[in-house]
Each structure stands twice: as C-alpha cells, then as structure tokens.
C-alpha cells in the first residue's frame, strides 16, 4: 500500500533526467528525492525576487545545481521582497527579526533528508533547473 504510493509520486534519479534531457524540446517536470542539499548561493535578491542556489545529490550520486523558485521562498519565508523593502522603511524590527528567524529555518530545512522536489528542467539545460515545490515525503504519502 505505502509502496504503491510511493510509486505514483513518480520520482526519478537525477542521472536519469540527464540521460533523457538531451531528446527534450519543452521544459519538463520531475521529482527527485534529494540525499543531500548543499546551499551554494545563500538568499539574497535579484530584480526584485527572492534567490537562493541549491546543489542537490540524490541516490544515483548525481547532482545538479538548481534555483529555488521565487514563489517557493515567499511561501517559506512568508514575505515577498517588495514586503521585507516596506518593513526596513517603516523600521518594524519585530517583523523583520521573524523574516529572518524563518530564513534561517528554511536554510535548515533545505538539509534535510526527506525532502521530494518538483523540478522544472529546461531543455538541452539552456538554464539552471528551478525548484518549484519542495515537500516532504511523509506528506506526500500520506496525501497519494
């Protein structure tokens, strides 16, 4: 039963997604389950949108360098760029210390082990791949 749901996620190796990216003429989506995610560019802003950098490892000890989708920072964070701007110019102190608090929560969040990630892979990697959801495998399970 729990093996039957596991396999309807769908996660795939990041040597295979390398082996089948060099036929793809569209984006594609996969899940991986990463082993191991190494923050190579820590959280920081570009053109007013959230950045961070991961090198995610998964079993096949592949890996690949991945940006983390804006949309996926705002919800961990809870704060777009434009809201952290408003709380500096206002001086609300006690809103930006839990902005940060929750950046460096998410930074231990993104270490850990049971982590499945939907990843936008372009094609021919004309780009870095995008993390658009991260979730963890218990919840995914449990929901399937």
């Keep these: 039963m729990i093996i039957d749901r596991y396999c309807r996620l769908k996660i795939v190796t990041?040597?295979?997604?390398?082996?089948?990216?060099r036929f793809w003429i569209v984006k594609q989506y996969r899940m991986i389950q990463p082993l191991l995610c190494k923050i190579t560019r820590s959280l920081g802003i570009y053109d007013h949108c959230w950045t961070l950098v991961l090198r995610i490892t998964d079993d096949s000890m592949c890996?690949?360098?991945?940006?983390?989708?804006?949309?996926?920072?705002?919800?961990?964070?809870?704060?777009t760029v434009n809201d952290c701007v408003r709380l500096r110019e206002t001086n609300d102190l006690r809103a930006l210390r839990q902005c940060q608090s929750r950046a460096t929560e998410m930074e231990r969040i993104v270490q850990r082990m049971d982590l499945v990630m939907l990843v936008e892979f372009p094609p021919l990697y004309s780009s870095a791949p995008s993390i658009v959801k991260i979730s963890n495998l218990p919840s995914l399970l449990s929901t399937s």
């Design 14 to 21: 990041i040597a295979d997604i390398v082996r089948q990216s």
């Design 63 to 79: 890996s690949v360098e991945c940006i983390v989708h804006n949309n996926v920072l705002v919800e961990f964070l809870g704060c």
